[in-house]
């Protein structure tokens, strides 16, 4: 994790958020790297989401509500996390970390840490439970009328959306609506780096079908989520693994979730839940707002409360997986290299343009029409002439650039079978070749 985050300061990926005031718990700010890194991540989710099913449609809700919104889901009430106070320090720990257990039940936890000490070795006061959601208020008086929340999940503005969705896009069942946003959570111990945020981004969808689909689709959103990984992303199988959640461990709206647990560096965690939410949401709609959100089947002429099958994934939380996916320490060239063998068309930079020598101004200018025509097609494109060839290389490796282009003298046509070509550089491998410039593009496309 350590050269993980040090990698990621380093080169742009991630900072500390408000670094110069000494940070602040649980947020972070994407740098220029990880930032496209993100955004290529939601671009692939957003494709084989959205793009690539007839039925499924996006949104992008506000991120502040009616609050009755989060009464009817039953975040108010119940979107909790347990937590125990160092009687001493007063420092707040989420009970069931100190206990080790993936448990919600007070009394249980309760048990579990009779006699146990904080980690600085204080007693501890008895475990409560702590809402979760961040509040604010509307308007300019703060009192209790004018409360909301910060959303703490972004189907909440999907589930309120239905309807609309439904009736705009003439979507019969099973259909899909899809967000991508932020969502905000008080959490009691943000850790990990950007595992575990108080600020965070989510990928959901939400899938509105009749209630005797309720396994097909499961299994259906369940395999989208692991195979998304393998081919989308190109993490191994070898990371990956299932977690299928206790009763106590579910979310209060859920009737079976299953997670893809990811190999962090701190061990197996959850990375993307798949979960079955009945007509739990939709009805407690129907009964908070008074209005009706039922499906009426034109065929049958039945009208009934759709059943929803949720796929939920956090940006921060896939960026992490992909990272420690990617990252290598190895030997090449007799110098060891760290690399980030990202699939190409995740890598933030999809190649690296060099003259060989920046003080040969026929040299740099060639260089520079290769990197403009690059540039125009792919977009992040890096121009780099400092330093020695390998140390480009390896500023390269680092950020995951799939090729480094290099003009040189026989590009000039010091070598004339060789005019107008110029080296490749693989990452993964170091092998390079030579191509020609107008074949550059294609080649380029053709890799990623
Ligand atoms: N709408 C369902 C929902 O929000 P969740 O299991 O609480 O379910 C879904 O969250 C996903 O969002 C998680 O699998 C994780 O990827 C991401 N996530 C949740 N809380 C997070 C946090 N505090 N920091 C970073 N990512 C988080």
Redesign the pocket.
């Known amino acids: 994790m350590e050269q993980l985050i040090s990698l990621c300061k380093r080169r742009g990926f991630v900072f500390q958020a408000s670094e110069i005031y000494g940070g602040l718990a ?1 947020f972070w700010d994407y740098g220029p790297l990880g930032v496209e890194l993100a955004n290529n991540l939601k671009k692939e989710w957003w494709n084989a989401m959205v793009q690539d099913h007839e039925n499924i449609f996006g949104i992008d809700g506000a991120i502040i509500q009616n609050p009755k919104l989060w009464e009817a889901s039953g975040h108010v009430a119940g979107f909790t996390d347990p937590l125990v106070e160092d009687l001493v320090t007063n420092k707040r720990y989420r009970a069931d970390h100190l206990a080790g257990v993936d448990s919600n039940d007070v009394d249980e936890l309760n048990r579990l840490l009779e006699g146990k000490k904080s980690p600085d070795g204080n007693p501890l006061g008895p475990v409560r439970t702590f809402n979760m959601m961040m509040k604010t208020f509307i308007g300019p008086i703060e009192d209790t009328d004018s409360i909301a929340y910060l959303r ?4 909440g503005s999907i589930f309120v959306n239905y309807k609309n969705v439904q009736e705009t896009m003439r979507a019969k069942l099973p259909f899909g609506v899809a967000q991508v946003g932020k ?1 905000f ?1 008080n ?1 009691i111990s ?1 850790r990990d780096f ?5 600020e ?3 990928m ?1 969808m939400q899938y509105f079908i009749r209630s005797i689909d309720q396994e097909a689709a499961y299994e259906q959103w369940r395999a989208f989520a692991w195979n998304f990984l393998k081919d989308r992303l190109g993490i191994a199988e070898s990371n990956l693994q299932w977690h299928e959640h206790a009763e106590d461990e579910r ?1 209060h ?1 859920a009737a079976a ?1 299953h ?1 893809v647990y990811f190999n962090f560096p701190q061990g197996f965690k ?4 798949t ?1 079955n939410r009945t007509d739990y949401d939709l009805s407690s709609h129907m009964r908070v707002s008074g209005q009706d959100l039922q499906y009426f089947d034109e065929e049958t002429k039945e009208r009934f409360t759709p059943y929803i099958i ?1 796929s ?7 960026l992490l997986a992909v990272l420690t996916n990617a990252y290598h320490e190895e030997t090449m060239d007799g110098e060891t290299r760290v690399v980030l063998k990202l699939k190409p068309s995740l890598a933030p930079y999809k190649a690296c343009v060099s003259p060989l020598l920046k003080n040969k101004p026929e040299l740099v200018e060639k260089a520079r029409t290769v990197f403009i025509a690059l540039k125009k097609k792919f977009g992040m494109v890096m121009w780099d002439d400092n330093g020695n060839i390998g140390k480009r290389y390896r500023r390269q490796d680092e950020i995951g650039t799939p090729f480094c282009i290099v003009i040189d003298f026989d590009t000039l046509g010091e070598n004339p079978d060789l005019l107008d070509t110029v080296t490749v550089r693989d990452r993964d491998t170091g092998t390079q070749e030579r191509v020609a410039i107008k074949d550059l593009k294609q080649y380029i496309e053709e890799k990623m």
């Open positions: 649980g703490p999940e972004t189907a969502a959570r959490e943000p950007i595992f575990r945020v108080r965070l981004e989510q959901e979310a709206y979730a997670d959850e990375l993307w839940g979960h949720e939920s994934v956090g940006v921060g939380r896939m």
